[in-house]
Structures are given as structure tokens and as C-alpha cells.
């Protein structure tokens, strides 16, 4: 599967969770589903999916917390000396 069919599914299991979870199940389930992935490309998608959730459910500090978790650090020491 490419990038943009990856994504499509995504959406589309999340939209799958509303028919049958609400409120912080949807967002455990998103969580536990990080869990087990290991993908790049999904677990980024799932994490963006996560941040969109909360921020549905009025947590923006959950959203934003998510959002800088993604920003990939600049710079720096890489080799933790």
C-alpha cells in the first residue's frame, strides 16, 4: 500500500470506531492501536488522528502535547554526548 492508501484506511477504521465507541474509548482504542503498530507512516497517522480527537473532545493541552511529540528535534546533540 502507498502513503495516501495507508492514510484512506486509517480514516476509515477511526470512522468505524465511532459506530460503536464515544468519548475516551474512541481515543483508548486509537491508543492502544499506537501500541501495537510499528510503520512509520501509521503510527505518524494514528498519532494525527489521536490529536484531532482530543482536540474534538475540547483537550486541547492532549492536542497539542500530541502535535509537538511529532515535531522531529533540529539540530542538537544526536549522540547524547
Known amino acids: 500500500m502507498d502513503y495516501q492508501e495507508v492514510t484512506d484506511e486509517l480514516f476509515r477504521w477511526r470512522d468505524r470506531l465511532y459506530r460503536t465507541r464515544q468519548g475516551i474509548d474512541v481515543i483508548r482504542a486509537i491508543e492502544e492501536r499506537i ?3 510499528s510503520g512509520r507512516v501509521i503510527r505518524e497517522t494514528l498519532y494525527f ?3 484531532q480527537e482530543h482536540e474534538a473532545q475540547d483537550n486541547d493541552a492532549a492536542a497539542e502535547a500530541i502535535h ?3 515535531v522531529p528535534a533540529r539540530g542538537g546533540n544526536k549522540g547524547g554526548h
Open 35 to 37: 501500541e501495537v503498530e
Open 49 to 51: 488522528i489521536l490529536a
Open 68 to 70: 509537538l511529540r511529532r
